[in-house]
């Protein structure tokens, strides 16, 4: 009997290991190897939310019938870092001011170094803000919704009742509320986000930074999520879905993949974040990063 159950355990773990490899397998590589970075203390992740028209269709949210089919920019962008068991997570505003790597010094938004592809978004994090990138992740958020699904939900905390008309968000109560995939969408690509404080409709006034407040706040409730989480079922089904909506650099192994997912369990709550100001210029609205008070910030990741 003893035997039996060995032999079950063995083959349930072979299995267990082909299922991931083949999940794996699924995901698509990104040919950046050349523009990775090899210095730095810890690992860093740059990771892209990824707004892909072409995976949107009528009735999802922040779907434009107006917008050019396979149209993709990168809508979120931020950065882990991995070092001695503990993670932070830095975003970095796609408005932010910065000097776009081969341009011959031009200056633009963060997310128009996308528009050239990851390699150049790459380059350009490490070479206008000093931050090394060893790996590079890019998720659609078509296929976060498809994660929250596949975890059952998450909670966000809202302070007020809120909702964006364009996004499709609607929250009528305040307090804790369970977002399934297509509600956590909206929520995530608001842009127009609205509370109703005493009976008062209030549009969000930060822009950018209001915006990447509350991908926080999602991302925070995924990965809290993720560690509440112990049906390991739920688990394969949660990543097996996700799986077809991420591109990934041509170096991360299997093994990277689990160890990051491993520290995502583990995240601090306390996210880092670079002090910028509010500009105009001929990119439109832009940040501007305040240099000397945003080494500090930026040495955590370095």
């Known amino acids: 009997m003893l035997l039996i159950f060995a032999v079950?355990?063995?083959?349930?773990?072979?299995?267990?290991?082909?299922?991931?490899?083949?999940?794996?397998?699924?995901?698509?590589?990104?040919?950046?190897?050349?523009?990775?970075?090899?210095?730095?203390?810890?690992?860093?992740?740059?990771?892209?939310?990824?707004?892909?028209?072409?995976?949107?269709?009528?009735?999802?949210?922040?779907?434009?019938?107006?917008?050019?089919?396979?149209?993709?920019?990168?809508?979120?962008?931020?950065?882990?870092?991995?070092?001695?068991?503990?993670?932070?997570?830095?975003?970095?505003?796609?408005?932010?001011?910065?000097?776009?790597?081969?341009?011959?010094?031009?200056?633009?938004?963060?997310?128009?170094?996308?528009?050239?592809?990851?390699?150049r978004l790459i380059k350009t994090v490490t070479g206008s803000l000093g931050i090394p990138v060893h790996h590079y992740m890019e998720v659609d958020f078509v296929s976060f919704a498809g994660l929250v699904d596949g975890l059952g939900g998450v909670t966000i905390d809202f302070e007020h009742p809120a909702f964006d008309v364009k996004s499709g968000l609607y929250v009528n109560e305040a307090g804790p509320v369970e977002l399934n995939g297509q509600q956590a969408l909206a929520y995530v690509r608001s842009r127009t986000y609205t509370e109703v404080i005493d009976g008062q409709e209030q549009i969000d006034a930060t822009g950018d930074l209001g915006r990447i407040e509350r991908q926080q706040n999602f991302l925070r409730a995924v990965f809290s999520e993720l560690s509440d989480t112990k049906n390991p079922f739920a688990l394969a089904r949660a990543f097996s879905g996700v799986a077809d909506g991420l591109r990934i650099d041509d170096e991360m192994s299997m093994f990277d993949g689990l160890r990051l997912g491993w520290a995502l369990r583990g995240i601090d709550s306390n996210q880092l974040e670079l002090p910028v100001v509010n500009d105009s210029n001929e990119s439109g609205a832009v940040l501007i990063l305040q240099e000397d008070a945003a080494q500090p910030v930026l040495d955590e990741v370095r």
Do not use: Q
């Open 8 to 119: 079950l355990v063995v083959l349930g773990l072979i299995g267990g290991y082909l299922w991931a490899r083949s999940v794996w397998n699924r995901i698509d590589r990104v040919e950046v190897s050349e523009v990775l970075s090899d210095d730095g203390s810890g690992t860093n992740y740059l990771i892209v939310g990824s707004d892909s028209r072409a995976n949107l269709g009528e009735g999802d949210a922040g779907f434009d019938p107006n917008a050019t089919a396979g149209g993709e920019r990168s809508d979120t962008m931020m950065i882990l870092h991995l070092e001695s068991g503990k993670a932070k997570m830095l975003s970095l505003p796609r408005d932010l001011y910065v000097e776009i790597a081969d341009t011959g010094g031009d200056h633009a938004k963060l997310n128009s170094a996308y528009n050239e592809g990851p390699a």
